[in-house]
């Protein structure tokens, strides 16, 4: 149960300088359990994912998975019908970087990776995450990709703390990437989650350490770093105004937990 004293502290930081969240953001104990409950069935649904994904599959096939497992154990998938968004989840396949639209046309061949990012409402409450799946063999340098993005958020997540600094959620992940000669995107960030898909605040996957808002226990944010194998420039399709790929066509991956921030520590709410 948290119980901070939310006026007391936010004057002790305020009078330091350092910005505090707004009041809002911190969840009671019962939009905590709501938002655990959420991401029980989001976690189980990227479960089914990793069961049946498979070459020859079309990302309208995972959609499905997505939509049927969502429903069946209770949930609605936030992204069918979000801002117009037409499908019940994200695939991003090698040089998509997010917001990837499930599609009958898109087949999944060996060699490709793949990340699947679901978001569950369970009884009007969010939680939100993303996986990558490797699809049969793929090249080293794509796995190693995979596996340094990951090793990015979990670091990231390792080093969170009550009253850390939101900046040094983004030091800590483009610290370790650039260390392994890859790039972080800066247009698309985390984001506070929970009562609504997309809350404050922004979570920047870069920056400088000791900055930013401190973060109270009560808050529950996503992390979901988009590391690139080259450059870290993006781009978005001008048909469908959704996807966002690598400007040099290079490959992407991302990782995104949904994440409580706890008196005594964190819990991963989905991953
Ligand atoms: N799940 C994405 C995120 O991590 C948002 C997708 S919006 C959608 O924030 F409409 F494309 F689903
Ligand atoms: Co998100
Ligand atoms: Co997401």
């Not at 996957?205 to 690139?228: A, C």
Request: aromatic share 8%.
């Amino acid at each position: 149960m948290i119980m901070i004293d939310f006026d007391a502290l936010t004057k002790k930081y305020n009078k330091l300088g350092i910005p505090t969240p707004a009041k809002r953001l911190i969840k009671t104990p019962e939009q905590i359990e709501g938002i655990r409950k959420a991401g029980i069935i989001n976690t189980q649904v990227l479960d089914e994912v990793a069961k049946n994904i498979k070459a020859g599959m079309s990302t309208e096939d995972i959609n499905i998975i997505v939509h049927n497992k969502t429903i069946e154990l209770g949930g609605i998938p936030a992204p069918l019908g979000y801002e117009g968004f037409p499908k019940s989840c994200c695939t991003s396949v090698n040089d998509e970087v997010c917001h990837g639209i499930p599609s009958e046309d898109c087949i999944l061949k060996n060699g490709d990776i793949i990340n699947v990012d679901c978001t569950t409402i369970y009884n009007g409450y969010y939680a939100d995450a993303s996986r990558m799946f490797c699809i049969g063999q793929c090249s080293n340098e794509a796995l190693n990709l995979v596996k340094v993005c990951k090793e990015s958020l979990d670091l990231a997540v390792k080093e969170l703390k009550p009253f850390s600094r939101l900046r040094d959620i983004g030091y800590n992940i483009e610290t370790h990437v650039k260390a392994n000669g890859y790039s972080v995107v800066h247009e698309i960030g985390g984001h506070g989650v929970g009562n609504d898909f997309h809350e404050e605040p922004f979570v920047y996957h870069f920056g400088k350490k000791g900055t930013g808002m401190v973060l109270f226990p009560g808050m529950v944010i996503t992390i979901e770093p988009m590391v690139n194998e080259a450059s870290r420039h993006v781009f978005l399709d001008a048909d469908n105004n959704w996807t966002i790929y690598t400007e040099d066509g290079g490959l992407s991956a991302q990782y995104e937990y949904t994440v409580l921030i706890k008196e005594d520590g964190i819990e991963i709410l989905a991953y």
